[in-house]
């Protein structure tokens, strides 16, 4: 079975500090990998998605970076974080082909 | 543009009683639809998915409808308890591999009173 995985669960940085997410997928080869936001409240965005190693795809401009250095390894990175970086932040994957999207448990950042 | 609306924003039932949340999209074309039941401070994780074909499809007391000539879905929950507190959330997806075809709802956040 496939298992997804993300850490931390809470993070708490300060401004201007670096940010490093990781999400990484077992039981499944060359998935579809995507990094959302969620503001308090509020729906869910989505910030970048890749369809392989070493591709990533950005769907809005900001503060934030990703990067897929192994097929199943997916990072979401800040060098400097805003304050409105603060939110949840999902990893999510689904098979290639299909857009069933399966999400993992989340990281709630707070930048204080 | 594509957009899905969800209502209410919020809703607040007691426990036992019954309820039902709207999802109403203009996404284009159109591939499936599907609600998400999100606890707090948790990842969505998917309740039903549904077809262009399809009008209704159960996952225990969770029953969700689909009229795709209205673009209109709708989710019913049946005897409610205290664990299904929680945002639900629309999620619409149109003919495509990657997540930028993904419109997702507001979600509505659901609160079962004992």
């Known amino acids: 079975s496939q298992t997804i995985h993300q850490w931390p669960a809470t993070l708490v940085q300060p401004v201007g500090s670096p940010l490093s997410l990781e999400c990484t997928v077992e039981?499944?080869?060359?998935?579809?990998l995507y990094w959302y936001r969620q503001a308090a409240g509020r729906g869910l965005q989505l910030l970048f998605y890749?369809?392989?190693?070493?591709?990533i795809s950005s769907e809005v401009p900001q503060n934030l970076s990703a990067s897929r250095p192994q097929d199943r390894q997916f990072i979401l990175s800040s060098k400097k974080l805003l304050l409105s970086d603060s939110g949840f932040y999902l990893c999510?994957?689904?098979?290639?082909?299909?857009?069933?999207?399966?999400f993992g448990a989340g990281t709630r950042l707070s930048v204080l | 543009k594509n957009q899905v609306e969800q209502s209410p924003q919020s809703l607040i039932i007691l426990e036992g009683k019954n309820c039902t949340l709207q999802?109403?999209?203009?996404?284009?074309?159109?591939?499936?639809l599907r609600w998400y039941k999100q606890d707090t401070g948790r990842g969505p994780v998917s309740l039903t998915i549904m077809t262009f074909s399809e009008n209704t499809k159960s996952n225990g007391r969770y029953t969700a409808t689909l009229d795709a000539d209205t673009k209109q879905s709708s989710l019913h929950i049946t005897a409610s308890q205290l664990s299904d507190s929680a945002s639900y959330i629309c999620v619409v997806s149109g003919n495509n591999n990657a997540g930028n075809m993904l419109t997702f709802g507001g979600g509505t956040r659901l609160m079962v009173k004992p």
């Open positions: 999802c109403n999209y203009t996404v284009s074309p159109f591939s499936n």
């Open positions: 039981g499944t080869s060359n998935p579809n």
């Open positions: 890749s369809v392989g190693i070493g591709q």
């Open positions: 999510a994957w689904s098979v290639q082909g299909k857009n069933i999207q399966y």
